[in-house]
């Protein structure tokens, strides 16, 4: 659209600089300038497809990791709300262990003071029998079978006094029997209550289980997402790759003026800066440099081995791929045929790419280049054109 805007100006200055009679001359030069002007339109159909399909999986894996960020937030929430349940629960175990074991010991006392209660009925029972049967003695004929009157009386209080003691032992462990029943019911009513809410705590630590288990899915699944389309990626970037080596349309060399000088492709002055592939700019801490390109690209090194070789660098000349038709809009000389000191361009791929000629021998050139391998680095390449 530029081109057609500066042609039509141009072809206006012509017509009015040339009279009438010569309108032939600017419709010849109006159609030479167009033919020349619709040669930098040789980008791949397909170029724009690339970019919109890495454009749209870094939208996905940007939507992914957004997901996976809640998820691990909400994961977080899952593990916390877990581990405070299996607190209580362990808390409540402990609980439900101490009183189980008091429930055993009362068990046994209360067993114990039954045991005593046979054995303390068995003994009033004997000595309620024999009181029985000396019950049926006259009180003369115990008096006299006695030594005297003293141990008369000493029989009878300690008859009267075994039978107190008996009766106040019955009644000391059936009270006891009483109050360990009591203490037994009491931990086990306790005992219910705890299991029950520790079976309740459970089945919550349980589906908080279940969330945490689901969620751990979901971010396996958008991480295993986020890693197709990374591959997707790398797939689409391995295409440009390739088509640094392989142009689709050959290539084009741009003759900068001047006389061209010697340089060492070593001095590159950003071979340490930053580098990144992502679409969009530099983004990556790459640049840009002093030219307007990304840091380490391969127009970046082009555009610095113009200047290193003593001309004017190309400046704001957008991705290899825009070179040609940036070249044709500042009158550079576009050709088909390298010189040493030419940038030439492959307009292949969504970038492109762009190499400075060192050397031409026959039907073949040698280039020294950046970002060849899409690595940011230099490297030395000798193609045929």
Wanted: net charge positive; hydrophobic share 35%; aromatic share 8%.
């Amino acid at each position: 659209m530029i081109i057609t805007v500066m042609l039509k100006q141009k072809l206006k200055k012509l017509q009015i600089r040339i009279k009438q009679p010569a309108a032939v001359v600017g419709v010849l030069v109006l159609v030479a300038l167009l033919g020349v002007g619709s040669v930098p339109q040789l980008r791949p159909a397909k170029a724009a497809t690339i970019q919109e399909q890495i454009n749209e999986l870094e939208r996905q894996n940007a939507e992914n990791r957004r997901q996976v960020a809640g998820l691990r937030e909400q994961a977080t929430s899952y593990q916390n709300a877990i581990a405070q349940l299996q607190a209580q629960i362990n808390e409540l175990q402990g609980k439900i262990d101490a009183n189980t074991a008091e429930q055993n010991r009362l068990q046994s006392e209360i067993q114990a003071a039954e045991a005593e209660l046979t054995k303390q009925k068995a003994v009033l029972g004997t000595n309620i029998k024999t009181m029985y049967l000396e019950g049926k003695i006259s009180t003369l004929e115990m008096l006299a079978s006695s030594k005297d009157l003293s141990e008369f009386v000493d029989k009878q209080q300690y008859r009267n006094s075994v039978q107190s003691k008996i009766r106040t032992t019955l009644d000391k462990i059936t009270q006891l029997k009483f109050e360990l029943t009591a203490k037994k019911e009491s931990v086990e009513k306790l005992l219910k209550e705890q299991q029950g809410q520790r079976d309740q705590l459970a089945g919550s630590r349980a589906e908080q289980a279940n969330l945490l288990s689901y969620n751990e899915g979901q971010q396996a699944e958008f991480n295993q997402k986020t890693k197709n389309n990374q591959a997707k990626i790398a797939d689409l970037i391995a295409s440009q790759r390739r088509a640094n080596f392989s142009p689709d349309g050959g290539y084009y060399f741009l003759r900068f003026p001047g006389q061209v000088q010697a340089f060492d492709p070593n001095a590159y002055p950003y071979a340490n800066s930053g580098f990144g592939m992502s679409p969009g700019g530099c983004v990556d801490n790459d640049g840009p440099d002093a030219w307007g390109y990304c840091t380490r690209q391969c127009v970046s090194y082009a555009a610095w081995a113009v200047l290193a070789s003593g001309r004017t660098p190309p400046m704001y000349y957008g991705n290899a791929r825009d070179w040609v038709a940036a070249a044709y809009s500042r009158g550079v000389t576009v050709t088909r045929t390298p010189e040493p000191g030419d940038v030439a361009i492959s307009t292949s791929g969504y970038w492109g790419h762009a190499m400075y000629v060192e050397s031409v021998s026959g039907s073949t050139f040698t280039t020294s280049e950046y970002n060849a391998y899409l690595t940011g680095t230099l490297s030395y390449q000798t193609r045929s054109y």
